[in-house]
């Protein structure tokens, strides 16, 4: 069974060498490794230029978007298994193995993930635990059999309770209806702004209903964490917005799968609600707030947990006191 690696790149010149160094410690080597520079500003293709001998370099002459890009990259391979890593992240050096293990045990294996640890710009690990993080842990220690933790695991990742793909996630080739994946994307409002994984992750549960999702406990990769990365930039009112744009992309992607899906009714309504969140925060920053108003409203009373209503009620105080740009600037 071989692997391809799929790593992104996007102005991460200070990270990209590490990243790439990561694969190429594995302890299972990949048989081929593509990265992909989205049109960087800055020096990021030089440096992966610097591996030219190990990797190949597929060099989007106009910015793409990330999900474009490992459309294009996958074209290109012919392994069976795809992974996946942003070029400001790192892997661990049994990485590979353990999900090639994981692949190898069951054939109805679709996606693979794990778990991880989050680190900061310098590489430093940072002990702390976000809403993902918590959700694995719940999920790590459930005692049900491999089918009921396919099935908390599909739910969490259609719901957003925190399931990692991106840098953690791999997917079988013969799974996934390539074309259809591209013309199903292209066919929703912002292809090239979406987020890759989350849409890559509902297709497969949509046209794989046998296809199974493994979990392994194993923190096989450093996420790091800092101001300009692909989590979205909300410094000032621009970058948030761009932000959320991102994430409405991503989003109408997902949701579009989940009402394809029979029996989804709570994932699909977390789903509308999620969509709903971005039209709130959209109408908020933008200082609508006659729109914005009903839709706090109605989330807090239907949709966000204690922790969310907290958040959003800090949120919302701060855009009434403060307005928007010196909010954001100071968050």
């Given at each position: 069974m071989?692997?391809?690696?799929?790593?992104?790149?996007?102005?991460?010149?200070k990270?990209?060498?590490?990243?790439i160094e990561?694969?190429?410690a594995?302890?299972?080597?990949?048989h081929?490794?593509?990265v992909?520079?989205?049109d960087?500003?800055?020096?990021?293709?030089?440096?992966i230029?610097l591996?030219k001998?190990?990797?190949?370099?597929?060099n989007n002459?106009?910015?793409?978007g990330v999900?474009?890009s490992?459309?294009?990259?996958?074209?290109?391979?012919?392994?069976?298994i795809?992974a996946?890593?942003?070029?400001d992240?790192?892997?661990?050096p049994?990485?590979?193995?353990?999900?090639m293990?994981a692949f190898?045990?069951?054939?109805?294996a679709?996606l693979?993930?794990?778990?991880y640890?989050?680190?900061?710009?310098?590489?430093?690990?940072?002990?702390g635990k976000?809403?993902?993080?918590r959700?694995?842990e719940r999920?790590?220690?459930?005692?049900g059999?491999?089918?009921?933790?396919?099935?908390?695991?599909?739910?969490s990742?259609l719901?957003?309770k925190?399931?990692?793909?991106?840098?953690?996630?791999?997917?079988r080739?013969n799974?996934?209806?390539?074309t259809?994946?591209?013309?199903w994307s292209?066919n929703i409002?912002?292809h090239?702004l979406?987020?890759?994984?989350?849409?890559l992750?509902a297709?497969?549960i949509?046209?794989?209903?046998?296809g199974r999702?493994?979990?392994l406990?194993?923190?096989l990769?450093?996420?790091?964490?800092?101001g300009?990365?692909?989590?979205?930039s909300?410094?000032?009112l621009e970058?948030a917005?761009?932000?959320l744009s991102?994430?409405?992309?991503t989003?109408l992607?997902?949701?579009?799968?989940?009402?394809?899906?029979?029996?989804?009714?709570?994932?699909l309504?977390?789903q509308?609600n999620?969509?709903r969140?971005?039209d709130?925060?959209?109408f908020l920053?933008?200082?609508?707030l006659n729109r914005?108003?009903?839709?706090?409203?109605?989330?807090?009373v239907?949709?966000?947990?204690?922790?969310e209503k907290f958040k959003?009620?800090?949120r919302l105080a701060g855009?009434l006191?403060?307005g928007t740009?010196?909010l954001?600037?100071?968050?």
């Amino acid at each position: 069974m071989t692997v391809g690696v799929i790593i992104t790149v996007f102005n991460l010149e200070k990270y990209v060498a590490e990243a790439i160094e990561s694969v190429l410690a594995q302890s299972f080597l990949p048989h081929r490794i593509i990265v992909v520079n989205d049109d960087s500003a800055d020096n990021s293709k030089n440096v992966i230029e610097l591996f030219k001998d190990r990797v190949e370099l597929l060099n989007n002459e106009q910015n793409q978007g990330v999900l474009p890009s490992i459309i294009s990259a996958m074209k290109k391979l012919d392994t069976d298994i795809f992974a996946f890593l942003d070029g400001d992240d790192r892997w661990h050096p049994d990485k590979l193995k353990f999900v090639m293990q994981a692949f190898e045990r069951d054939e109805q294996a679709m996606l693979v993930t794990h778990s991880y640890r989050r680190m900061n710009a310098a590489g430093d690990i940072d002990p702390g635990k976000d809403k993902t993080l918590r959700n694995l842990e719940r999920i790590e220690n459930l005692k049900g059999t491999r089918e009921q933790i396919d099935r908390d695991l599909k739910n969490s990742i259609l719901s957003y309770k925190g399931v990692w793909l991106g840098s953690a996630f791999a997917i079988r080739k013969n799974c996934l209806d390539q074309t259809k994946f591209e013309q199903w994307s292209t066919n929703i409002w912002g292809h090239s702004l979406s987020h890759q994984d989350q849409p890559l992750a509902a297709f497969l549960i949509l046209t794989n209903p046998e296809g199974r999702i493994i979990y392994l406990r194993d923190k096989l990769f450093d996420y790091r964490i800092f101001g300009e990365n692909s989590s979205g930039s909300s410094a000032t009112l621009e970058k948030a917005l761009r932000t959320l744009s991102r994430s409405k992309a991503t989003l109408l992607r997902t949701h579009d799968a989940v009402s394809k899906m029979k029996d989804r009714p709570r994932e699909l309504k977390t789903q509308t609600n999620k969509l709903r969140e971005i039209d709130y925060l959209n109408f908020l920053y933008t200082r609508k707030l006659n729109r914005a108003f009903p839709l706090f409203f109605s989330l807090f009373v239907s949709h966000w947990d204690v922790r969310e209503k907290f958040k959003e009620s800090v949120r919302l105080a701060g855009i009434l006191l403060l307005g928007t740009n010196r909010l954001l600037k100071h968050k």
